[in-house]
Protein backbone atom coordinates (compact mmCIF):
# COMPACT_ATOMS: atom_id res chain seq x y z
CA UNK A 1 0.00 0.00 0.00
CA UNK A 2 1.40 3.62 -1.03
CA UNK A 3 1.47 6.12 1.35
CA UNK A 4 -0.09 9.26 0.32
CA UNK A 5 1.58 12.95 1.59
CA UNK A 6 -0.16 15.55 1.00
CA UNK A 7 0.90 19.71 2.08
CA UNK A 8 -1.23 22.12 3.09
CA UNK A 9 -0.34 25.91 4.69
CA UNK A 10 -0.24 25.42 7.83
CA UNK A 11 -3.15 28.08 9.60
CA UNK A 12 -0.98 28.77 12.88
CA UNK A 13 -0.27 32.50 12.71
CA UNK A 14 3.18 31.81 13.41
CA UNK A 15 4.24 29.71 10.55
CA UNK A 16 3.70 32.35 8.00
CA UNK A 17 1.64 30.42 5.59
CA UNK A 18 4.31 27.86 5.52
CA UNK A 19 3.19 24.55 4.68
CA UNK A 20 3.38 21.31 6.50
CA UNK A 21 3.13 17.80 5.65
CA UNK A 22 0.32 15.70 6.20
CA UNK A 23 0.25 11.95 6.27
CA UNK A 24 -2.49 9.69 5.94
CA UNK A 25 -2.94 7.11 8.26
CA UNK A 26 -4.67 4.41 9.50
CA UNK A 27 -7.45 2.63 12.18
CA UNK A 28 -7.32 -0.97 12.74
CA UNK A 29 -8.50 -3.39 15.47
CA UNK A 30 -6.89 -6.38 16.24
CA UNK A 31 -7.75 -9.59 18.01
CA UNK A 32 -6.22 -12.51 20.24
CA UNK A 33 -5.75 -16.21 18.49
CA UNK A 34 -9.75 -16.66 20.15
CA UNK A 35 -11.16 -13.58 19.07
CA UNK A 36 -12.11 -13.23 22.86
CA UNK A 37 -9.80 -9.42 23.28
CA UNK A 38 -10.07 -6.53 21.05
CA UNK A 39 -7.80 -3.94 20.38
CA UNK A 40 -8.47 0.06 18.55
CA UNK A 41 -5.32 1.60 17.49
CA UNK A 42 -4.42 4.36 14.91
CA UNK A 43 -1.28 4.46 12.91
CA UNK A 44 0.64 5.89 9.60
CA UNK A 45 2.04 2.60 8.89
CA UNK A 46 -0.27 -0.33 9.24
CA UNK A 47 1.81 -2.92 7.95
CA UNK A 48 5.23 -1.40 10.69
CA UNK A 49 2.85 -1.48 13.38
CA UNK A 50 0.83 -4.77 13.10
CA UNK A 51 4.22 -6.39 12.86
CA UNK A 52 5.39 -5.04 16.26
CA UNK A 53 2.26 -6.40 17.83
CA UNK A 54 2.71 -9.35 16.17
CA UNK A 55 6.42 -9.56 16.85
CA UNK A 56 5.58 -8.11 21.02
CA UNK A 57 7.85 -5.28 19.94
CA UNK A 58 5.17 -3.03 21.17
CA UNK A 59 4.41 -2.90 25.53
CA UNK A 60 1.04 -3.15 27.30
CA UNK A 61 -2.40 -4.33 26.13
CA UNK A 62 -1.39 -6.13 22.97
CA UNK A 63 1.49 -7.65 24.68
CA UNK A 64 -0.25 -8.78 28.00
CA UNK A 65 -3.22 -10.16 26.12
CA UNK A 66 -1.13 -12.19 23.11
CA UNK A 67 -3.23 -9.59 20.20
CA UNK A 68 -1.62 -10.39 17.13
CA UNK A 69 -4.48 -11.01 14.46
CA UNK A 70 -5.28 -7.70 12.35
CA UNK A 71 -9.35 -8.16 11.73
CA UNK A 72 -10.42 -4.59 10.49
CA UNK A 73 -8.85 -1.88 9.30
CA UNK A 74 -9.73 1.64 7.36
CA UNK A 75 -7.68 4.25 5.57
CA UNK A 76 -7.46 8.03 5.32
CA UNK A 77 -5.93 10.66 3.48
CA UNK A 78 -4.82 12.63 6.35
CA UNK A 79 -4.13 11.48 9.90
CA UNK A 80 -6.40 13.66 11.83
CA UNK A 81 -9.46 12.18 10.66
CA UNK A 82 -8.21 8.73 11.68
CA UNK A 83 -7.28 10.00 15.14
CA UNK A 84 -10.93 11.20 14.95
CA UNK A 85 -12.33 7.79 13.90
CA UNK A 86 -10.02 5.87 16.57
CA UNK A 87 -11.66 8.25 19.13
CA UNK A 88 -15.11 7.58 17.79
CA UNK A 89 -14.57 3.69 17.36
CA UNK A 90 -12.79 3.66 21.17
CA UNK A 91 -16.06 4.93 22.41
CA UNK A 92 -18.11 2.40 20.65
CA UNK A 93 -19.61 -1.20 22.32
CA UNK A 94 -17.98 -3.93 21.76
CA UNK A 95 -20.92 -4.85 19.35
CA UNK A 96 -20.49 -1.72 17.60
CA UNK A 97 -16.49 -3.15 16.75
CA UNK A 98 -17.83 -6.39 16.01
CA UNK A 99 -20.22 -5.65 13.51
CA UNK A 100 -17.19 -3.39 11.98
CA UNK A 101 -15.39 -6.51 11.98
CA UNK A 102 -18.12 -8.64 10.20
CA UNK A 103 -19.27 -5.81 8.12
CA UNK A 104 -15.52 -6.32 6.33
CA UNK A 105 -14.35 -9.67 7.39
CA UNK A 106 -17.13 -12.06 8.22
CA UNK A 107 -14.47 -14.73 8.72
CA UNK A 108 -12.52 -12.73 11.40
CA UNK A 109 -9.35 -14.09 9.39
CA UNK A 110 -6.21 -12.39 9.54
CA UNK A 111 -5.71 -9.44 7.05
CA UNK A 112 -1.98 -9.10 7.81
CA UNK A 113 -0.81 -10.75 4.50
CA UNK A 114 -3.04 -8.90 2.42
CA UNK A 115 -1.44 -5.64 3.35
Given at each position: MREEIASRPCGHPHCMGARVTLRGGFVYIMTNKRNTVLYTGVTSDLKKRV??????????????????????YEVF???????????????????????LIIGMNTGWRDLYDEL
Open positions: WQHREKLVEGFTQRYNITKLVYDDIRIAIAREKQIKAGSRQKKID
